[in-house]
């Protein structure tokens, strides 16, 4: 209780106090003006459209709250601190440094539609990596959760006061967004990496189990990204993948142990490279096969106009053949990662596939000739 109240109330309370001044100094802008009601009908609509497009922040802020409450005390006031106010900073620079980009967007990609940029989610990922690292002697499950709390607290704190303001300088703000991923990718991902995080001690007390997944978020999303930026997109693919693939072999077989044992169970390096690899390949081949159906949709689409029934059957034979494909891939890359690593193995596999930001996970692309 004492982490919550000294890292977060105080602060609340000045953003609260902040927020009521300026929506009274409103008001009496709009009382003096005869517009009491206009006022109103701002405010409620305000408030509505924050509640339909910012609830993910509130819910993340009062989810960890509610944890910090519950699990704190298993940790050391200095680690949540530390760990609170590292956060902070970070996010409060990335969100100006993407205020300042905002009119070289061009020049800044990375760095627009604050907050949840890019390089704010790329820079978390790596900072976090290092606090959670620095506090692992501390890493049993309660003591895990709470720092993981303390994060989450931070950042929905920041982006909620990002939001906050927003609202006092327009009436509706666009919905919080990201140029490389989509809210849906970015959700699973964060799931994805919290529960890979919260699962390594159950598979190893080695640190090095913590800290692979954070890795592979960081290294597979920062070098695929840089793939969209270039001319020759869909060989640089390959090459970065196939770098990738060289750099966690090394990583795997110069930091693992061959074998270790938990719970009884034996668990060996080379099943779990297999299923990094095996992910890694299936997010550029269902990328490559799905711009092959689009190369041949674009190509071949006016040869088919007049025959509907041929369009019919080939558009669905080819999606069958892709939807096949990906899903028996999918299927089996996740049953081996199952098999011989259990839920460790599957969040694993998850990850390097969403981490490929390049790649893409919906196989539903509607053909140009219906």
């Known amino acids: 209780m004492e982490q919550v109240i000294g890292n977060v109330s105080f602060w609340g309370l000045i953003t609260l106090t902040i927020t009521s001044l300026q929506v009274f100094k409103r008001f009496l802008s709009f009382k003096s003006q005869g517009k009491t009601r206009q006022f109103q009908r701002i405010i409620y609509h305000q408030t509505l459209f924050s509640l339909r497009n910012d609830y993910k922040v509130w819910i993340i802020f009062s989810l960890s709250l509610g944890i910090l409450l519950v699990f704190g005390h298993y940790t050391p006031t200095f680690l949540i601190s530390r760990i609170f106010w590292f956060n902070v900073s970070w996010w409060l620079f990335s969100i100006s440094l993407a205020w300042y980009a905002e009119n070289n967007h061009k020049h800044f990609y990375f760095l627009t539609n604050a907050p949840i940029n890019f390089l704010a989610i790329i820079g978390s990922v790596i900072l976090n990596m290092f606090l959670l690292l620095n506090a692992y002697p501390y890493s049993h499950a309660q003591s895990l959760l709470a720092n993981i709390a303390t994060i989450f607290l931070a950042i929905s704190f920041v982006v909620g006061v990002f939001r906050i303001r927003k609202y006092h300088h327009t009436f509706q703000p666009k919905p919080l967004e990201n140029n490389l991923l989509s809210n849906q990718r970015l959700d699973g991902l964060i799931i994805s990496l919290v529960s890979a995080v919260l699962l390594a001690p159950m598979y190893s007390t080695e640190s090095v189990f913590f800290i692979l997944p954070l890795l592979i978020t960081a290294n597979y999303m920062i070098i695929f990204s840089l793939a969209q930026q270039q001319k020759y997109v869909r060989l640089l693919k390959v090459l970065l993948a196939i770098v990738l693939s060289i750099c966690t072999i090394l990583f795997v077989r110069k930091f693992l142990p061959e074998t270790w044992l938990r719970n009884g169970v034996f668990y060996q390096r080379e099943s779990l490279l297999y299923s990094i690899l095996g992910a890694l390949w299936l997010?550029?081949?269902?990328?490559?096969?799905?711009?092959?159906?689009?190369?041949?949709?674009?190509?071949?689409?006016?040869?088919?106009?007049?025959?509907?029934?041929?369009?019919?059957?080939?558009?669905?034979?080819?999606?069958?053949?892709?939807?096949?494909?990906?899903?028996?891939?999918?299927?089996?890359?996740?049953?081996?990662?199952?098999?011989?690593?259990?839920?460790?193995?599957?969040?694993?596999?998850?990850?390097?596939?969403?981490?490929?930001?390049?790649?893409?996970?919906?196989?539903?692309?509607?053909?140009?000739?219906?």
């Open 283 to 370: 997010s550029v081949f269902s990328d490559k096969i799905i711009a092959l159906y689009v190369a041949l949709q674009k190509k071949y689409t006016a040869y088919f106009i007049d025959k509907f029934f041929l369009h019919k059957v080939l558009t669905y034979s080819l999606r069958a053949f892709i939807t096949i494909s990906l899903v028996s891939l999918s299927t089996w890359i996740l049953l081996y990662a199952y098999q011989k690593l259990e839920l460790y193995g599957i969040v694993l596999v998850i990850l390097s596939v969403l981490s490929n930001v390049s790649a893409k996970i919906s196989f539903d692309i509607p053909a140009k000739w219906q």
